[in-house]
């Protein structure tokens, strides 16, 4: 899905000496856009990925090598005849804004869909309780959530949670032991459902090609919170269905310090509980 530290020659002289041309190109992050694989500068804020000779590439740590980045893809696509595949429509758009490689053909597939499960949905009297699902990263908005866990600790209406296989120091929200295996892929979905959570903050920073956690947090019932940055995120949320998009987090905050976020309760909402069906990725295009 990109050649970050690898030759786009030596890649086309391997698949060539196999006997091959054709194949299928991941759009799984924005590798083949620039170095900064999630294009935020300096890793700090979305870029959108600019023109190369831009003053914002010029001011990013990663804009002396986005250019030897973008030249090792241009030589990929011009010498192997590549479908390009993206998990989003968001993803595709902007890697079609960011680039001229001239696949053969660009599809979206998404790594996994939505079905009704008949299950009733949980319901429970008391706070509304907010998740956070996942590593405890600042490109997830960790940082963002633990601010509002910590400063409305001690007000009644609200609990927070820290889904995750290991807890993260320096908060007041409530871990809860969670780890995706083999045997249980399900597991977030499983414990949003156990916990009753009304909440699932998915505040990510970046542009998230597609987001395993927020589908997760909706099958579960979980209405999906989020920012406009995030990518799949955002075109996720931004069906009333699944969540809310905000413009900031002063918005979000304010959400909580006027009680307005309670209309995101199980309670207010009446959500649905979905399955989810995985896709099987490439070969599911590729021929029989």
Same mark, same amino acid.
């Given at each position: 899905?990109?050649?970050?530290?690898?030759?786009?020659?030596?890649?086309?002289?391997i698949v060539r000496a196999a006997g091959m041309n054709a194949g299928y190109?991941?759009?799984?992050?924005?590798?083949?856009?620039?170095?900064?694989?999630?294009?935020?500068?300096?890793?700090?804020?979305?870029?959108?990925?600019?023109?190369?000779?831009?003053?914002?590439?010029?001011?990013?740590?990663?804009?002396?090598?986005?250019?030897?980045?973008?030249?090792?893809?241009?030589?990929? =696509?011009?010498?192997?005849?590549?479908?390009?595949?993206?998990?989003?429509?968001?993803?595709?758009?902007?890697?079609?804004?960011?680039?001229?490689?001239?696949?053969?053909?660009?599809?979206?597939?998404?790594?996994?869909?939505?079905?009704?499960?008949?299950?009733?949905?949980?319901?429970?009297?008391?706070?509304?309780?907010?998740?956070?699902?996942?590593?405890?990263?600042?490109?997830?908005?960790?940082?963002? =959530?633990?601010?509002?866990? *910590?400063? =409305?600790?001690?007000?009644?209406?609200?609990?927070?949670?820290?889904?995750?296989?290991?807890?993260?120091?320096?908060?007041?929200?409530?871990?809860?032991?969670?780890?995706?295996?083999?045997?249980?892929?399900?597991?977030?979905?499983?414990?949003?459902?156990?916990?009753?959570?009304?909440?699932?903050?998915?505040?990510?920073?970046?542009?998230?090609?597609?987001?395993?956690?927020?589908?997760?947090?909706?099958?579960?019932?979980?209405?999906?919170?989020?920012?406009?940055?995030?990518? *799949?995120?955002?075109?996720?949320?931004?069906?009333?269905?699944?969540?809310?998009?905000?413009?900031?987090?002063?918005?979000?905050?304010?959400?909580?310090?006027?009680?307005?976020?309670?209309?995101?309760?199980?309670?207010?909402?009446?959500?649905?509980?979905?399955?989810?069906? =995985?896709?099987?990725?490439?070969?599911?295009?590729?021929?029989?």
């Amino acid at each position: 899905h990109q050649m970050l530290g690898h030759s786009s020659r030596d890649v086309v002289d391997i698949v060539r000496a196999a006997g091959m041309n054709a194949g299928y190109f991941w759009l799984h992050d924005m590798g083949s856009l620039c170095a900064g694989v999630h294009l935020m500068r300096n890793d700090v804020e979305s870029c959108g990925a600019p023109p190369p000779q831009s003053a914002a590439c010029g001011v990013c740590i990663y804009g002396a090598a986005r250019s030897g980045q973008l030249r090792e893809h241009e030589l990929l =696509f011009s010498r192997l005849d590549l479908t390009v595949i993206a998990p989003s429509q968001v993803a595709l758009d902007t890697w079609r804004e960011g680039s001229d490689f001239g696949a053969r053909e660009a599809l979206v597939l998404p790594h996994a869909t939505l079905v009704p499960s008949g299950e009733p949905p949980p319901m429970r009297d008391g706070p509304l309780r907010i998740a956070f699902p996942g590593t405890p990263s600042i490109h997830k908005g960790w940082p963002i =959530f633990n601010h509002l866990a *910590n400063r =409305f600790a001690a007000d009644p209406r609200y609990e927070f949670f820290h889904l995750a296989s290991r807890p993260a120091s320096g908060t007041t929200a409530r871990h809860h032991h969670v780890a995706v295996t083999v045997d249980q892929p399900l597991a977030m979905r499983q414990a949003m459902i156990d916990l009753s959570i009304d909440v699932a903050l998915v505040w990510s920073l970046w542009l998230e090609t597609f987001c395993f956690v927020a589908y997760e947090a909706a099958a579960a019932g979980a209405a999906v919170v989020t920012s406009p940055e995030s990518g *799949n995120v955002a075109a996720f949320a931004a069906d009333s269905e699944h969540g809310l998009v905000l413009p900031d987090e002063q918005a979000l905050e304010a959400l909580f310090e006027t009680g307005e976020i309670l209309q995101l309760s199980r309670s207010v909402r009446r959500p649905g509980l979905f399955d989810l069906k =995985f896709s099987r990725l490439a070969a599911e295009l590729a021929p029989a």
